[in-house]
């Protein structure tokens, strides 16, 4: 029962930006937005992580809505190894479960 | 982040045998380790949250005499599939609650039943 929706399927050019949305209307206020993608037959990689203000890493950027029911992953120069299934997932920061809907697979293309 | 292994990375067993994976964590102590398979085109369920030195919490509809977590240590946790069948056949992934309550996760186990 996951709390996020997630467009199925999105596809990017190789070198454009990959701009992956999500919507969580029910987030509570103690609740972070976190994004895993899996490559195909991996376990689950760690990309960022936020509570209500930007983020950035080297990986990616993580643009929350004011109200934050909704959330936006960027990745600014897509390349071929970046094809994955993207999960964006809501949780409280002490809580360790971790539910994973049903993602986005983003294919990006030459 | 955390480091974590699994192993095998893929076994093929008989019906009606058992099959134990393993999850370590390399750079962190891990008091906490969950459980998660994934059927083909699905999503990960988890299955079981493993704690060090105490029995684990396993998820509803997933039988514990079934799938035997073992977590004797802050750096390995075992599953065991016992008597497994072939729907059993899933990708077993193991993850670790590393540092600011972030789990990384092990490259999985396929295991596959005959």
């Known amino acids: 029962d996951a709390k996020t929706t997630q467009p199925p399927s999105m596809d990017c050019a190789e070198g454009r930006a990959a701009n992956l949305p999500c919507n969580h209307s029910t987030i509570s206020g103690n609740e972070y937005v976190y994004w895993y993608r899996q490559i195909h037959s991996q376990g689950p990689q760690y990309i960022i992580h936020?509570?209500?203000n930007n983020e950035t890493n080297e990986m990616a950027s993580l643009i929350i809505t004011e109200d934050r029911k909704s959330s936006t992953l960027i990745l600014p120069h897509a390349t071929l190894r970046d094809t994955a299934v993207y999960y964006c997932i809501v949780r409280p920061l002490n809580n360790n479960d971790m539910r994973f809907g049903a993602g986005t697979r983003l294919t990006v293309k030459p | 982040g955390a480091v974590v292994s699994q192993h095998p990375s893929r076994v093929i067993c008989k019906s009606g045998t058992s099959v134990k994976i393993e999850c370590r964590s390399l750079?962190?102590?891990?008091?906490?380790m969950f459980w998660y398979r994934q059927f083909p085109k699905q999503s990960l369920m988890l299955m079981a949250t493993s704690n060090e030195g105490s029995k684990a919490t396993y998820e509803q509809g997933v039988e514990k005499d079934k799938f035997l977590i073992n977590h004797a240590s802050l750096t390995l946790s075992t599953l065991t599939v016992t008597s497994a069948h072939p729907e059993d056949s899933s990708f077993y992934i193991c993850s670790v609650a590393g540092a600011g309550d972030t789990q990384y996760f092990g490259p999985g186990t396929r295991l596959t039943v005959l």
């Open positions: 936020g509570l209500k």
């Open positions: 750079d962190f102590q891990a008091t906490t």
